[in-house]
């Protein structure tokens, strides 16, 4: 399905949830469009730039000697 179909779909919802009244289609194929375009752009991921280590992690202070081979 392209760009202009996806939209469209969106449009008709937006158009049903307003009791289907007639007269608003441009107005609702720019909301279409708004909609659209905020799905398109990516889910932004956290980054951790100040190098912490995991704080769910257990902490531990033991000393945990190498195995002998």
């Not at 399905?1 to 441009?26: P, V």
């Amino acid at each position: 399905m392209g760009k202009q179909d996806e939209i469209r779909l969106i449009a008709y919802d937006i158009w049903e949830q307003e009791n289907c009244i007639n007269g608003k289609d441009c107005e609702h194929w720019y909301q279409a469009e708004a909609i659209w375009e905020r799905q398109q752009k990516p889910i932004p991921v956290a980054v951790n730039t100040k190098n912490e280590t995991n704080k769910f992690a257990p902490k531990t202070n033991k000393f945990i000697p190498k195995r002998k081979r």
